[in-house]
């Protein structure tokens, strides 16, 4: 049997709209019809029986309700249709109808009636049932042949009577929990009242549930080792035998033997931190301050502090200074150059007046009939050294604004002079100063 | 004749929590029970470890709650004062250590149970205005914002100094070192007076923090 998948399983509860809707009177109902089964040991109870039963907790629960048939009629359907009632007969209309409670209402009532906390004694005969359970199946094991037989001697017994007296140990787990719980709520409500006369009462208190979760997690650490052992020894031979499904209920049987072993630890832990917390506030609290008085004066501090101020000094040494690690220091070259004579005599040069040979040259230009920027530059520019052409090609275009009239386009286009220049080109629309 | 496991200060300050307790303390932290084997290696090492301290002009204090922490007095070690926030948080947590509904939960309270004491002790106004001096008026909603920042800020330097444990960044385990707090309440003497003595002691300083730092006071040392 593999475990059902969680997702799918809330996606069906929701899809099916499962919900419970009990009233007091409900509770009381099937908690009546509980104990009747339980002190006559009926397993049904005849239509009649119902009615009797609900008009007598109706007494008690709502006393003086009108029409109280009508009531337990509409309180049967109500928990008919919440699986709490099931009628068993199978006689449909033909004759009264017989019920019997559901399990689900039996948990329902047993939350409620039941006292299952773990005790000493109740621990005990359950670890005892289950050892000698665990021995037999054990013994059945060695025995069994063919998959078959051990599905019936070995895989059914440990899920059904096995698995329910592991369940019963946690269901009696989770009992003392809430007993616990009970009693730390019982600790400060005692206090709160008492105060210091209640002091003995609450180590009292303390001692015994410290005494009884002690014995328990003794009985559950020296019991669960022994049923591991046995568990791990039928585990062994289901393996040999091949049997997987005996293997994984072994195996399941053992994580939740280990999960109430670990139950006891954690639960004793977490009480003895408790414990001491306690001890510690009876002894420096309450034994120091019998009248209470200490609180109330706090609170006055407390309520007037604003205007009668004082602050608490505490040590505040700063943290060490960490220093950057020591690094060899790297002497950088002094930046130089080698000392020389830079001094030269001056030379004699030709005189140059690019200037003005690059206007006359453009004048030259225009006169044979160039009329753009581009063919004048183009004239001019061979007649010129290569490194000189780009400052020479600004210099001819600034004679030939000077010196002609020129007309440029909203949009000047590029055009390609020699091979390495592109200028935007201009038209020249007059020659008044070339001529 | 001692029983101690020290018979030297040397063979204290050999000790590996040395190091750990004595940062600890020089931060001021309180070390108590709940910090396990700090609490009981100063317990061990106390008789050499107090004379250490006085030479850095410290007293190495042990309260009969159980905790120590170092006062400084002279002027080698530096001390801080706590901030208004801090005291604000500190006494009412206090009060909610004193608390037998505490108890219940192992000394566990929730943040909201903290803010929810303050303000029903001390009022919202109060509160509020004593969080935030320099502020005339103030948006409710803002001021609520503040009041809860400067609350957790306020815890955040107590958990620091040991007063207080945050668990799971939401509830706070007290530790018996916030009776510090009640000091000047313990006594059966006038509160003035029993203020006077806290003060002579170089335990606590009287009026208005000197200086404001978010949240935090630091004093130059005298």
């Known amino acids: ?68 048939r009508k009531r337990a009629t509409h309180a049967i ?51 005892g049932t289950l050892r000698a359970q665990l021995a037999e199946v054990l013994a059945a094991a060695k025995k069994v042949d063919g998959e078959e037989a051990w599905r019936r001697n070995v895989v059914g017994p440990l899920r059904v009577t096995v698995g329910d007296l592991v369940a019963g140990i946690e269901r009696r787990q989770r009992g003392l929990d809430a007993q616990q719980e009970e009693v730390q709520a019982e600790i400060a409500t005692m206090l709160s009242a008492d105060w210091f006369s209640a002091v003995d009462r609450c180590e009292a208190l303390l001692d015994t549930t410290a005494n009884t979760l002690r014995e328990l997690n003794e009985i559950l650490l020296r019991d669960t080792n022994h049923f591991v052992a046995l568990l791990q020894e039928i585990q062994t031979l289901a393996i040999t035998a091949e049997i997987t499904e005996a293997n994984e209920t072994v ?5 939740h033997v280990d999960r109430i072993a670990a139950w006891g630890g ?66 950088l070259p002094m930046v130089a150059r080698p000392r020389a004579d830079r001094e030269f005599a001056p030379e004699w040069m030709d005189a140059e007046n690019a200037l003005a040979d690059i206007e006359a040259m453009v004048v030259e230009a225009v ?55 592109e200028i935007e080109d201009w038209t020249v629309s007059g020659r008044e100063g070339v001529s | ?72 007095s002279g002027d080698r070690l530096g001390r801080r004062q706590l901030s208004a926030g801090e005291m604000l948080v500190g006494q009412t947590l206090a009060l909610l250590y004193l ?16 803010l929810q004491r303050l303000s029903g002790l001390l009022g919202t106004d109060v509160l509020v205005r004593t969080l935030n001096p320099r502020k005339r008026k103030y948006d409710e909603r803002v001021a609520a914002e503040t009041v809860r920042a400067q609350v957790g800020e306020a815890l955040r330097r107590l958990a620091d100094l040991g007063f207080v444990d945050i668990v799971d960044g939401v509830q706070l385990r007290l530790r018996p ?28 300083l009287l009026g208005e923090a000197s200086t404001e730092d978010d949240g935090a006071n630091d004093e130059e040392p005298a």
């Open chain 1, 77 to 127: 359907q109500r928990l008919r249709e919440q699986r709490m009632l099931a009628r068993v007969d199978g006689a449909g209309i033909v004759r009264a109808g017989e019920y019997a409670l559901t399990r689900l209402a039996g948990a329902v009532i047993e939350y409620f009636l039941a006292d299952e906390a773990l005790t000493r004694e109740s621990l005990t005969l359950l670890t």
């Open chain 1, 1 to 68: 049997m593999t475990s059902p998948d969680p997702s799918r399983t809330i996606a069906s509860l929701a899809r099916d709209q499962v919900n419970l809707d009990l009233k007091t009177v409900d509770l009381c109902f099937l908690a009546g019809l509980y104990l009747r089964a339980d002190k006559a040991a009926l397993a049904s109870f005849e239509e009649d029986m119902l009615v009797d039963m609900f008009e007598q907790v109706c007494d008690v629960v709502e006393p003086g309700a009108d029409n109280p």
């Open chain 1, 266 to 331: 954690a639960r004793q832990r977490a009480w003895s931190e408790y414990y001491q917390y306690v001890h510690r506030y009876l002894r420096d609290v309450v034994r120091l301050d019998p009248d209470r008085a200490l609180s109330q004066r706090l609170r006055d501090q407390l309520a007037a502090w604003s205007s009668r101020r004082f602050h608490l000094l505490v040590a505040d040494a700063s943290s060490i200074r960490l220093l950057r690690q020591l690094e060899a220091r790297v002497e």
């Open chain 2, 1 to 72: 004749v001692t029983d101690s496991t020290f018979h030297t200060l040397e063979a204290a300050i050999g000790d590996e929590h040395f190091p750990e307790v004595d940062l600890m303390l020089r931060r001021g932290r309180h070390i108590g029970r709940d910090d396990g084997t700090a609490y009981d290696y100063l317990v061990d090492a106390q008789a050499l470890l107090e004379p250490f301290y006085r030479r850095f002009g410290c007293e190495l204090v042990q309260q009969s709650d159980g905790y120590f922490y170092l006062l400084p």
């Open chain 1, 367 to 421: 006169r044979e009939g160039a009329h753009t920027l581009v063919d004048v530059t183009s004239r001019v520019l061979p007649a010129l050294p290569n490194s000189t052409h780009y400052a020479a090609t600004g210099r001819v275009a600034d004679a030939l604004a000077r010196l002609a009239a020129v007309h440029a386009e909203r949009e000047r286009p590029w055009a390609r002079v020699q091979e390495r220049l």
């Open chain 1, 251 to 255: 195996q399941r049987v053992i994580e």
């Open chain 2, 99 to 114: 608390d037998p509904a505490t108890l219940q939960h192992g000394g566990l309270v929730g943040r909201e149970v903290l």
């Open chain 2, 177 to 204: 070192a916030l009776m510090r707090f009640a000091d000047p309440v313990r006594g059966l003497q006038d509160l003035n007076g029993a203020l006077e003595r806290l003060v002579a002691r170089g335990e606590a």
